[in-house]
């Protein structure tokens, strides 16, 4: 390189008395290793530069750049040159006379060259390009694509004609480049069916080819994520792709992946677990504010201990130094994280108040989210943001932003409500979507607490304020036509004022949509049910009728969604065994497509409706898999984390029960123990009033035993044993240590030890409360019935008792109580 740069200055002296002709001039800025070299050049031959020169030279600046790492790059020092507005000139100049491909490119070099005001060359080279758009080869065309994306052209007239053109050709373009510039570039601009087809052609391109380049993955998952789609398979494909390009992907590009996955939903454990290895190995190099960012978000929410307090400790170090959107970054992950290290986080408060300013209204509202979520006690900060919230609200004009602002705006602490607020709620109300309306809501309902509570001024301007509220939502349901619309609006809709006001509403309008519940759609659905914990036997037998016939056509992992709906509802559909055994046949066809812990979170969602496919259980107890399972666990977030632990304890509990041919051990004892012992047992009231009144039926306290934990760790309620005259049985009371009246079946061993007398029976009274029961029914959910499944396996009679008959009128006396008792105690109809 060095030796080149000497023989191209050596040329420049020597060519100082005259011109070079064409073709020496375009082989020497080919030949250039620095920006100087290029300025030189065009300085010296002025007269002579062609549109052809000119678009080398500008191309050759860019590239010089690129090879640059960014915090050296010399973006200003070229855009400031007075050589530059030479070129400039000349691309403005003689741009009708470029080639179709050199337009291309010099618009391209220009844009990356970071010129702020493109100005008036820029749009020539647009509207040149766009004149010529369908002489364009392709690889031209998905470079201009891009130039306009770059510009935020993505909603112009041009862009919609890139778009007819690659619909044209879509067949003809093979070259995954190519295709993935063109489908970001046009995500805002194509039909559904477009889409479907992109995806498609996407995801032939990427299976043909080992050797895809990791960009071009990540271009896919920017379009999917403009498009808001979470399509499994080129997740799949992509995330593969990742894995094998591991060792060349830098901080950056590993922050931008993690940052598509959280939009998009989606998560890989292996990814993870090697960008965890693959940072852990290297956190000394990451010392500028931009790539510790990039580090804290990538590596803080998996980091071990040791780790995690390294980065914290970086991190108030400096504070001082990261920019506006660097402390956004921080304080998100921070709240990912669940972390209040009240050090850091005083940090960045303090550096928060020179950037308050600088923020956009969506920002803040992200920014309120964080602090109050980390729990931040400067009060100063919080004025200085509801001033701020306040001023965006007074010149919004756009629904989603003011309610946005609305619902921050009631997580301040000690925000009193202003009238001005109240009548601009009222003012977009008729405009709002329902997740709109459900942020003002619950605005209104904590201020008119609150107001009660203290200033009792505006509680009455609230609640009138509600009633408009919850009118346009009972308007904004009857008026729906659309069910796919209907689910978008839904997926961000919860909480105690929809649940109370909506929710009825909100299941007739979809059981109107019925017809219109489709394979595409009903994954949305399921959610949306399974959010809501209703049984809907209408809504069910579509989705279970528009699976069976759709089998092939839904990815593995939604069929797993679809199942969690009908398991944890524990609703039968018709013709249930083989819409069980179809779904089945799916899933264990492609259990390639599940992660570990997907796979025990599977096992356990089938088993709960009673289902055990020999292939998933030997698959899942087997040492190689629970070794990679624990390995892999250490990267998942601490709730998920907690809960695939949680379900293997109940999927091998539920194989030792109900399928002892597998003859797999249990082997969560200690596991149980711990839990247990760490978790909090307060007395229950309802359990002593009880257990009363059953000591008074059966003749005294040695009759029953409250808080029991049988083999397996199942807890009952109550515990007492009749013989085959129905007469209780005394027996003794073992304390389990170090938790108060609760009493322990050691090892279902034991019970050979304490056999029953013949014909004796140990019952078991359970009190279900609502969470038993699907929201707005008597019907029993799950894991109340594999409970029930089995406590009788282990030899109980089970008695339940739902929470809707004990506190029933009918029940109101002592006297009612005890018949009820000793009525379901000793089976009397």
């Known amino acids: 390189m060095l030796c080149l740069r000497q023989v191209c200055l050596f040329t ?16 020497l800025i080919n030949s250039c290793t620095h920006e100087d070299e290029v300025f030189s050049l065009v300085r010296r031959n002025k007269a002579r530069l062609s549109e052809k020169h000119g678009g080398i030279a500008l191309n050759m600046l860019w590239q010089l750049q690129k090879k640059r790492p960014l915090l050296l790059r010399t973006g200003n020092y070229i855009r400031n040159h007075s050589q530059f507005l030479t070129l400039w000139v000349l691309a403005e100049n003689k741009v009708e006379h470029m080639e179709d491909e050199a337009i291309v490119d010099t618009l391209y070099s220009i844009l990356r060259l970071n010129v702020e005001d493109y100005g008036s060359p820029a749009e020539l080279l647009v509207t040149e390009a766009w004149k010529r758009l369908e002489r364009l080869s392709l690889p031209a065309l998905s470079k201009f694509a891009l130039c306009l994306y770059k510009q935020h052209r993505h909603l112009s007239p041009v862009i919609g004609e890139v778009a007819g053109i690659v619909d044209t050709k879509l067949d003809s373009i093979q070259d995954i480049r190519i295709l993935s510039v063109l489908m970001i570039s046009i995500s805002d601009v194509i039909s559904q069916s477009f889409r479907d087809r992109l995806l498609h052609k996407a995801g032939q391109l990427m299976e043909g080819s080992d050797e895809v380049h990791f960009n071009y993955a990540k271009r896919v998952l920017q379009f999917l994520q403009n498009v808001k789609l979470r399509y499994h398979p080129l997740l799949e494909k992509c995330n593969k792709i990742f894995l094998r390009n591991v060792s060349c992907l830098d901080i950056h590009s590993i922050s931008h992946i993690f940052g598509l996955y959280e939009q998009l939903g989606f998560d890989n454990a292996e990814f ?13 190099d990451y010392d500028d504010p931009d790539t510790f960012a ?54 960045m408060a303090s550096v928060l108040h020179k950037h308050m300013d600088t923020y956009q209204v969506l920002q803040l509202v992200k920014l309120t989210q964080y602090l109050v979520g980390l729990r931040c006690q400067d009060m100063e900060l919080f004025a200085k943001l509801k001033m701020l919230l306040l001023g965006f609200l007074k010149s919004s004009i756009t629904p989603a932003h003011t309610a946005a602002i609305i619902r921050v705006l009631a997580m301040l602490p000690s925000f009193q409500v202003e009238g001005s607020t109240i009548n601009k709620a009222a003012a977009v109300l008729p405009q709002c979507r329902l997740h709109h309306l459900n942020y003002i809501a619950t605005a209104l309902v904590k201020w008119n607490h609150y107001d009660q509570l203290h200033w009792q001024n505006s509680s009455e301007l609230c609640v009138k304020l509600l009633q408009k509220v919850n009118d346009c939502g009972f308007q904004r349901l009857q008026k729906a036509n659309n069910i796919n619309l209907l689910l978008e609006e839904l997926k961000h809709v919860n909480g105690e004022w929809f649940e109370e006001v909506l929710i009825e509403e909100t299941m007739a309008t979809c059981q109107r949509l019925i017809d219109q519940i489709t394979w595409p759609n009903v994954l949305q659905l399921c959610s949306f049910l399974r959010k809501t914990s209703r049984c809907c036997p209408s809504l069910l037998d579509r989705i279970a009728s528009v699976t069976v016939e759709n089998i092939d056509k839904i990815h593995p992992f939604e069929m797993y969604f679809i199942l969690v709906l009908f398991s944890t509802l524990n609703y039968d559909p018709p013709a249930n065994e083989e819409f069980f055994a179809r779904c089945i046949q799916h899933l264990t066809s492609n259990l390639s497509c599940f992660e570990t812990h997907h796979l025990v979170l599977l096992g356990h969602i089938l088993a709960v409706a009673g289902y055990f496919p020999p292939v998933l259980i030997t698959k899942i107890f087997n040492v190689s898999f629970l070794s990679k399972l624990d390995t892999q666990l250490e990267v998942l977030p601490d709730t998920l984390k907690h809960r695939v632990r949680l379900r293997l304890m109940k999927l091998n509990r539920a194989v030792c029960l109900e399928c002892p041919e597998f003859h797999i051990p249990w082997f969560h004892e200690h596991y149980c123990q711990r839990v247990f012992f760490n978790s909090s047992h307060r007395k229950n009231p309802l359990r002593q009033h009880v257990h009363r009144m059953l000591t008074e039926i059966l003749g005294g306290s040695h009759f029953a035993k409250i808080s029991v934990l049988t083999p397996y760790y199942y807890e009952i309620d109550l515990e007492c044993i009749l013989d085959e005259n129905k007469k209780p049985l005394s027996y003794m009371t073992v304390p389990l240590d170090g938790v108060e009246g609760m009493h322990l079946r050691h090892d279902i061993k034991d019970e050979a030890r304490n056999a029953l007398p013949p014909g004796a029976q140990r019952i078991a009274l359970e009190f279900l409360d609502s969470k038993a029961f699907s929201k707005g029914s008597r019907h029993l959910k799950g894991e109340s019935a594999v409970k029930k499944r089995h406590l009788e396996i282990l030899g109980y009679r089970v008695v339940q008792i739902p929470h809707f008959e004990w506190n029933s009128m009918v029940l109101s006396t002592k006297g009612e109580q005890l018949d009820y008792l000793r009525r379901h105690l000793y089976g009397i109809q």
């Open 294 to 347: 990039k580090l804290f978000f990538t590596l803080g929410p998996m980091a071990g201990s040791q780790v995690r307090e390294r980065l914290l400790v970086t991190a108030a170090c400096m504070a001082e130094e990261f920019s506006r959107h660097q402390v956004l970054v921080i304080l998100k992950t921070m709240h990912k994280m669940k972390c209040r290290n009240t050090h850091l986080l005083k940090k």
């Open 12 to 27: 420049l002296r020597h060519c100082q008395a005259r011109t070079l002709s064409s073709d020496l001039l375009l082989s």
């Open 272 to 284: 993870r677990l090697v960008v965890k290895q693959l940072l852990s190995a290297t956190l000394d």
